[in-house]
């Protein structure tokens, strides 16, 4: 860390220090905070910066804005994301990244980058991000602070923001947006005013000790407290104002100082000595003889082979002097050397871009340049305006070309009306049929992402006008036909037949080529994309076989590594939701979720993590299921929910877990408002299930409760056009029918179940046989218990270890006329249920022992410990030693109301009732790692 510090003279600021190293403290203590330090030019900012610096007790990385990068995406944290690269574990990640060299399509850059740096800054533990300038930081590094800052704060990641800036809008707003995400004593906000008379007499002494207190004063008063200005008028001759000073002191210089001293007022940033003795073509020794002037004369100062203006009060009044002609001259040969230089580098491509616009030159070239670097996906909204107006404004082949890759680009960072927009005016400017007809495409997949149906059906029309022939173009054009009538327009068996038509299409191609290893690529794209049509078709039809096939062919047959992985993905939700095998599901579950990471793919992450927390979930190791669904929901909150899931039904689906683990009732409360929460009939469909099964299994809910709660799944899963999720919706209505005794209702639809699954897959079959036990244990307890026995047996083959568990405790509770058989089976299903760190359920047997009059003594909760965060685990242990919690605020530095908030959580994972529940069964916990 090199902040400016002049003279290592500092004085004053007390309160304003001790606030920020009380902010310091919070980190220090394990929690995220931040700081916003606003004052004018001269006033001190930086120095302030440096000294905070100087005493805080956390590592500290940088950030510079500068004036001429603001609207160069990531341009001031290209040194921190760098230095974030070096965490050892998911540092490769971030810099394959960087360089554009990660081999898949993933989606936004910026969101990848974002999460795999938290990931860095995770692995490399409490650290300071000190940001000098915000004012002239670039939107996206301000975004990936408040991203950093949004990623830490929930999972008590030891992280502070410290910020400095001018009065700017950019900063009031930044400001605005830490202070509502993080809590009043994690974060602050003060303005710098001019040092008072006592501390400016004190610097203008320490700075010129030659001088007396009314000098010193008279100084003070001519620099109005600033204390740059105060240091320069310290060290002039004569009776100079601070303007006068500085333009006396530019208008002294020699040749070669002037010279390097416009360079350093263009560039408006640091420069090396060799950088700078390549620009003005001379020799290094030169360089840093004319950097030895220039600092003398207080204009410049070089560290560490960097020459730079010593404050941007010199830089802006400097300016106004420098002729256009110069300046212009110095701009060309910036944009010559940065385009030299670059690379790929896709910021310093974007520097060159601005000096040839700054000075005049043409840039359509330069442009294009930039529009098909592997790293254009780092370009943002604003990287992408900035070549539209380029390409907009050329009229040559260039200029043709430059349109393409801009649409392009709007397609791959998800700016779906521009995009459109671009595409359906490429579709009638490109020169050749093909060319339009692709054109035309790329407009219906716009037009899918913003849902209008209507125009991809017509883009798609003009498409088949211009392909004449073409089969792969004929396939893309089924392609985005099905893909609309199957999720726009809910029109599946309207779809099925484009499906067909595109496959046998695709098939054809494969056949002439002599397989699909011999496709081109454009070929094997068009080959996967009716592959994925005709998987997204049976999806929809609750086709298992097809779903579990195509997905294969898919995977095995894909280039890009991250379709194959949306493959596997597909064929784990065949063998979770049509099959119902969590058991054989499971490897390749947590394969799919480490080569997501591997691929830097946060978003493809969600998904496999919420299979790997939903297998867990059913074989009953609740504990494991929490941690991983809580950290999917996590991390869906920052990147957003994947393909088959909303946030709604992510957070419904840890609730669903939780409900297992102790609070049944908080559970259902929160599932409600996720039913709210989601306007999409399909989703809210699904968590409407989760919600029925809850309520009918542990609320002992009335026959018109669960009425209230069937009427609206029904009327979504209507409304979904699901065929999977009608049929799953006709099984928890039975059961829930079943539980209350409305045993007609539950029969009708267990037959047209069994109507429609003469041949159901294994999950699905154990539950349809639990619920034909469940209406038979109300007509006949006797006949019953095989019904139960056998409906366990296919739990078991599965591997529904939960729902083995519900059959059992229904079949103890409600087909077992013998009391000492009953009483053996309840206490040996409770101690299988605290195994499973399902409390709820233990409980309910627990209930059960006691009406049959056994007296019970409550083992407690689970020792689930390992599923607390590092800091809820340091909380459980200073309550289990009797600590209260305004005694744990002050020994961690947190509020009263932070460990609050921590202490309930506490309770609520490993289901303690009160604190003395909590001591007791991490003193168990302790005993048994003793023995």
């Not at 006329?817 to 409980?843: I, K, T």
Request: proline share 4%.
């Amino acid at each position: 860390m090199h902040l400016r510090r002049a003279k290592g003279v500092f004085v004053g600021r007390f309160a304003e220090i001790e606030a920020l190293r009380a902010l310091g403290g919070e980190v220090t203590a394990g929690r995220a905070a931040a700081a916003v330090v606003v004052a004018e030019p001269g006033f001190g900012k930086t120095r302030l910066l440096a000294e905070v610096v100087r005493r805080l007790e956390l590592p500290c990385l940088e950030i510079q804005g500068y004036e001429p990068a603001r609207e160069i995406p990531l341009g001031a944290a290209g040194g921190l994301l760098r230095k974030l690269a070096r965490a050892p574990a998911a540092g490769d990640r971030l810099e394959a990244l960087l360089v554009g060299d990660v081999r898949a399509s993933g989606g936004l850059e910026t969101l990848r980058v974002f999460e795999i740096a938290f990931r860095c800054l995770v692995e490399l533990g409490p650290l300071a991000i000190v940001v000098d300038d915000v004012q002239w930081a670039d939107a996206e590094t301000l975004a990936l602070l408040n991203y950093l800052l949004s990623a830490a704060k929930p999972a008590d990641v030891p992280l502070f923001v410290l910020c400095a800036s001018r009065p700017a809008a950019e900063t009031r707003a930044f400001a605005a947006v830490l202070e509502n995400l993080l809590a009043p004593e994690c974060f602050t906000e003060f303005s710098l005013g001019p040092l008072g008379r006592d501390e400016g007499i004190d610097l203008a002494m320490r700075l010129g000790p030659q001088l007396g207190r009314d000098q010193a004063e008279e100084l003070w008063r001519k620099a109005q407290g600033s204390p740059f200005w105060l240091e320069a008028l310290v060290g002039a001759e004569g009776d100079a104002s601070p303007a006068r000073l500085i333009r006396t002191r530019y208008a002294s210089l020699g040749a070669d100082a002037a010279q390097l001293f416009a360079l350093l007022l263009v560039a408006a940033q640091p420069l090396g000595v060799v950088d700078s003795a390549e620009l003005l073509k001379w020799e290094e020794q030169r360089v840093r003889r004319a950097a030895i002037v220039l600092a003398n004369q207080g204009l410049a100062v070089q560290e560490g082979g960097i020459v730079r203006i010593a404050h941007d009060l010199i830089r802006e009044a400097a300016s106004r002097e420098l002729p256009d002609a110069q300046r212009w001259r110095l701009q060309r040969r910036l944009a010559e050397w940065f385009e030299a230089g670059a690379g790929t580098d896709i910021q310093a491509l974007l520097r060159a871009l601005e000096y040839r616009q700054a000075s005049g030159l043409a840039a359509e070239e330069l442009a294009l340049r930039i529009a098909r670097s592997p790293q254009r996906r780092l370009l943002g909204g604003k990287g992408l305006s900035t070549l539209s107006g380029i390409a907009d404004a050329a009229l040559d082949a260039d200029g043709l070309a430059l349109q393409r890759e801009v649409a392009a680009l709007a397609s791959e960072l998800g700016e779906w009306p521009v995009a459109l927009e671009r595409w359906a005016a490429l579709a009638d400017r490109l020169p050749d049929g093909a060319a339009r007809a692709n054109a035309a495409l790329a407009a219906a997949t716009a037009a899918f992402r913003l849902g209008r149906h209507d125009e991809v059906h017509a883009f798609v029309m003009r498409a088949r006008e211009h392909a004449l022939d073409e089969t792969v173009l004929a396939i893309e054009a089924d392609f985005r036909d099905a893909q609309a009538l199957l999720w726009l327009e809910n029109r599946v068996e309207e779809a099925q037949p484009v499906v067909d038509r595109a496959v046998a299409l695709a098939e054809r191609l494969v056949e002439q080529a002599g397989g699909v290893d011999a496709l081109g690529d454009a070929e094997c794209g068009a080959y996967v994309r009716a592959l994925r049509g005709q998987l997204d078709a049976a999806i929809r039809k609750a086709d298992a076989e097809t779903v579990a096939r195509c997905a294969e062919l898919i995977r095995s047959g894909a280039r890009d590594p991250t379709e194959a992985l949306y493959a596997a993905s597909d064929g784990i939700f065949s063998m979770l939701q049509f099959e119902g095998l969590p058991k054989p599901a499971e490897p390749r579950a947590r394969r799919a979720l480490e080569e997501a990471r591997r691929l830097a793919l946060p978003n493809v992450e969600v998904e496999a993590m919420h299979w790997v927390g939903w297998i867990a979930h059913h074989r009953g190791r609740l504990g494991e299921a929490s941690k991983v669904m809580q950290e999917a929901v996590a991390l869906a909150a920052r990147v957003g929910a994947p393909r088959r899931f909303t946030l709604a039904i992510l957070s419904a689906t840890a609730h669903s877990i939780d409900a297992s683990r102790g609070d049944w009732r908080r559970s259902v409360d929160a599932i409600e408002k996720e039913i709210v929460a989601e306007p999409d009939p399909h989703f809210r469909n699904v968590i409407r299930m989760m919600h029925v099964r809850l309520v009918a299994r542990f609320a002992a809910p009335s026959a018109g409760d669960i009425e209230a709660l069937l009427i609206p799944m029904a009327k979504d899963a209507e409304l979904a056009g699901c065929g999977r999720c009608l049929w799953e919706a006709v099984l928890h209505s039975a059961e829930a029918q079943a539980r209350i005794g409305d045993l007609a209702a539950a029969e009708v639809g267990l037959a047209r179940w069994d109507t429609a699954h003469p041949r159901p897959r294994p999950g699905p079959a154990a539950q349809r046989a639990y619920i034909r036990a469940l209406i038979e244990a109300r007509r006949d307890v006797a006949s019953s218990r095989p019904l139960f026995a056998h409906a366990a047996g296919l739990a078991e083959e599965a591997g529904h270890d939960l729902m083995r568990l519900w059959v059992k405790l229904d079949a103890a509770v409600l087909a077992e006329v013998d009391r000492a058989r009953a009483v053996e089976a309840l206490r040996s299903l409770a101690q299988e249920a605290e195994s499973m760190g399902a409390l709820s359920e233990q409980q309910l047997a627990v209930q059960r022992l006691r009406a049959l009059g056994v007296r019970t003594w409550r083992r407690g909760p689970t020792s689930d410990a390992g599923a607390l965060s590092s800091r809820e685990r340091e909380i459980a242990d200073l309550v289990s030693g009797g600590a209260t919690n305004p005694e744990i605020a002050q020994t961690l530095f947190l509020s009263r109301k932070t460990v609050e908030r921590h202490v309930s959580h506490i309770l609520a994972k490993l289901g303690a009732r009160n604190r003395a529940e909590l001591a007791a069964l991490l003193a168990r916990e302790h005993e048994g790692a003793a023995g």
